[in-house]
């Protein structure tokens, strides 16, 4: 078999995800015929296949040693450093490239990806609409069925929603299912902007059409999970809890095949924890104050993190930052291995005098454009890092979001969650467990640090708002500022996340308890709920 065919069938491995095969394969080509760029390209998009990110990096680093403008090689690796955090120079990579060759398509959709990490929606837009164009201007035929047109599509109605540009999402969506009447993603989008109601046609024929499309038997995976979690919401608006309960079932059961759970590493992280913690002084902190005052916004997903943070970021003095993985990253890098804590490590950096884990953490924020001294950070699960918080960020503030357990659970269950850290989401059983675990890491922290912790109750935030705002504020030392009183007209703190709809409204209490509508269908997980923690 010739080197054609061998790279061919590696090829074809690399579509089908068998990334382990193409490692083997280019590795046993590479002994053969070394310091091939295409061979070591290929190499390092396999690794990067598996989210190997690291080993990625280095081959596509040896590729470009060998061919200094390999632009696919370049690009790859602006997409690698981009995953690891390392902004800077995946920005200069994405840079390079458009320098070398302005026309190719795949650096202005990935740098406009890598924009939108940075809060810069306006310049994410921008580059999309350039790639849309240079598609148009480069695929003279069969344009209606361009994938990659769709998704460029996609992503820039996004970008559009993110920042509550409603009428230019819309606008865009019905333009990709007029290219594709079955596009499930677009379909799942335009769900979440609609209030399906018997009286509203538009509504009632939108949920006729994803119906039609979820009843082709030929449909893939993919496709079945949006329509199921998008039918699902459909069926919720209209009451219909029955209906609602079968597809979202549905939709959760085909990510559970997809994706598995990882609800065992979060216990084994969540156990260490607690376990490292338990001796540990955490009123002893490291002596270098963070430059920045950091408002940590954390609580169980779906728990009003979103709501609290756009409160919150609608303050003339603060900046929202939006769901960061920033700390986890940082963390992660300097203490644990194995879902286990470096407990010697961790005292040691506790005691330094230089405070390289704040530092690390705010090197991230280099790119952004602001100029605010109070910065948001709106990752719901960095509950689990509160004592790191306490010893490395002093200076800031918690406020820990928590809800009605059966209502949290129930909201958790109706979404589908792009994050594989969110893949223990995808099972009832998981579902509560993990909600269980959460209780238990949070009752430790409240124990053990009870002052420095503000717990923030939903119900009590959508009917008593102006109270509970005044209370958030005078914790977070905030003067009062009116515009946090009306968060849903103010849009400087773009949304990333599936509460994006919910978020942009005026405060409302429709979904406190409305988990008694879904109690005969979800009692496997309502049952394992333990209330008492």
């Given at each position: 078999?010739?080197?054609?065919?061998?790279?061919?069938?590696?090829?074809?491995?690399?579509?089908?995800?068998?990334?382990?095969?193409?490692?083997?394969?280019?590795?046993?080509?590479?002994?053969?015929?070394?310091?091939?760029?295409?061979?070591?390209?290929l190499t390092g998009m396999a690794y990067q296949g598996l989210a190997q990110h690291k080993n990625a990096i280095y081959f596509f680093n040896e590729a470009i040693k060998i061919e200094t403008n390999n632009i696919a090689a370049i690009n790859n690796l602006a997409n690698s450093l981009k995953a690891i955090g390392d902004f800077e120079n995946s920005k200069f990579n994405y840079e390079r490239i458009l320098k070398l060759d302005p026309n190719y398509i795949n650096t202005y959709n990935n740098y406009a990806n890598l924009k939108t990490l940075l809060n810069d929606?306006?310049?994410?837009?921008?580059?999309?609409?350039?790639?849309?164009?240079?598609?148009?201007?480069?695929?003279?035929?069969?344009?209606?069925?361009?994938?990659?047109?769709?998704?460029?599509?996609?992503?820039?109605?996004?970008?559009?929603?993110?920042?509550?540009?409603?009428?230019?999402?819309?606008?865009?969506?019905?333009?990709?299912?007029?290219?594709?009447?079955?596009?499930?993603?677009?379909?799942?989008?335009?769900?979440?902007?609609?209030?399906?109601?018997?009286?509203?046609?538009?509504?009632?024929?939108?949920?006729?059409?994803?119906?039609?499309?979820?009843?082709?038997?030929?449909?893939?995976?993919?496709?079945?999970?949006?329509?199921?979690?998008?039918?699902?919401?459909?069926?919720?608006?209209?009451?219909?809890?029955?209906?609602?309960?079968?597809?979202?079932?549905?939709?959760?059961?085909?990510r559970f095949e997809k994706f598995g759970s990882n609800y065992q590493s979060e216990l084994k992280l969540i156990k260490n924890i607690i376990d490292t913690f338990k001796d540990i002084d955490l009123q002893k902190q490291n002596s270098q104050i963070p430059s920045k005052k950091i408002i940590f916004i954390c609580g169980m997903p779906r728990s009003g993190t979103t709501l609290a943070e756009q409160i919150i970021a609608s303050h003339n003095e603060v900046y929202g930052a939006g769901e960061l993985i920033y700390l986890q990253e940082t963390l992660t890098n300097?203490?644990?291995?194995?879902?286990?804590?470096?407990?010697?490590?961790?005292?040691?950096?506790?005691?330094?005098?230089?405070?390289?884990?704040?530092?690390?953490?705010?090197?991230?924020?280099?790119?952004?454009?602001?100029?605010?001294?109070?910065?948001?950070?709106?990752?719901?699960?960095?509950?689990?890092?509160?004592?790191?918080?306490?010893?490395?960020?002093?200076?800031?503030?918690?406020?820990?979001?928590?809800?009605?357990?059966?209502?949290?659970?129930?909201?958790?269950?109706?979404?589908?969650?792009?994050?594989?850290?969110?893949?223990?989401?995808?099972?009832?059983?998981?579902?509560?467990?993990?909600?269980?675990?959460?209780?238990?890491?949070?009752?430790?922290?409240?124990?053990?640090?009870?002052?420095?912790?503000?717990?923030?109750?939903?119900?009590?935030?959508?009917?008593?708002?102006?109270?509970?705002?005044?209370?958030?504020?005078?914790?977070?030392?905030?003067?009062?500022?009116?515009?946090?009183?009306?968060?849903?007209?103010?849009?400087?703190?773009?949304?990333?996340?599936?509460?994006?709809?919910?978020?942009?409204?005026?405060?409302?209490?429709?979904?406190?308890?409305?988990?008694?509508?879904?109690?005969?269908?979800?009692?496997?997980?309502?049952?394992?709920?333990?209330?008492?923690?």
């Open positions: 078999m010739d080197l054609v065919e061998k790279v061919k069938i590696l090829n074809n491995h690399l579509k089908a995800r068998n990334f382990s095969k193409v490692i083997e394969g280019c590795l046993r080509i590479s002994k053969k015929i070394p310091n091939n760029s295409y061979i070591l390209n929606y306006e310049g994410a837009i921008d580059l999309y609409k350039k790639a849309l164009i240079l598609i148009k201007k480069n695929y003279s035929t069969a344009i209606s069925l361009n994938e990659k047109l769709l998704n460029i599509m996609f992503s820039l109605a996004s970008a559009h929603l993110s920042i509550n540009q409603t009428d230019e999402t819309k606008k865009i969506v019905n333009e990709i299912i007029d290219i594709d009447p079955n596009h499930a993603g677009a379909h799942k989008l335009l769900s979440s902007l609609i209030k399906y109601n018997i009286e509203n046609s538009e509504s009632m024929e939108h949920l006729r059409k994803m119906q039609n499309i979820a009843n082709d038997n030929n449909l893939n995976k993919d496709k079945k999970i949006d329509l199921s979690f998008a039918l699902g919401k459909s069926y919720d608006d209209l009451k219909d809890y029955q209906r609602a309960y079968t597809y979202l079932e549905q939709g959760n059961k085909l300097n203490f644990i291995n194995e879902h286990k804590i470096n407990k010697q490590r961790l005292i040691d950096f506790q005691n330094a005098k230089y405070n390289s884990i704040v530092n690390e953490y705010l090197n991230h924020f280099n790119l952004y454009n602001f100029s605010e001294k109070i910065i948001t950070d709106k990752a719901p699960q960095n509950f689990k890092w509160i004592g790191f918080i306490k010893i490395f960020f002093p200076n800031s503030k918690i406020i820990h979001c928590y809800r009605n357990p059966k209502d949290n659970c129930l909201s958790l269950f109706k979404n589908s969650f792009a994050s594989t850290m969110m893949n223990w989401a995808n099972d009832q059983e998981d579902i509560a467990k993990y909600y269980n675990l959460y209780s238990e890491l949070m009752k430790f922290w409240k124990d053990k640090i009870p002052n420095f912790i503000y717990n923030l109750e939903y119900e009590s935030l959508v009917n008593n708002k102006d109270i509970e705002i005044k209370k958030i504020l005078d914790f977070c030392n905030l003067s009062l500022d009116e515009k946090c009183f009306n968060h849903q007209d103010n849009s400087k703190t773009p949304i990333k996340t599936v509460s994006i709809s919910q978020a942009r409204q005026p405060i409302y209490n429709s979904s406190v308890n409305l988990n008694s509508k879904y109690d005969k269908y979800l009692g496997k997980m309502f049952n394992l709920l333990n209330t008492n923690l």
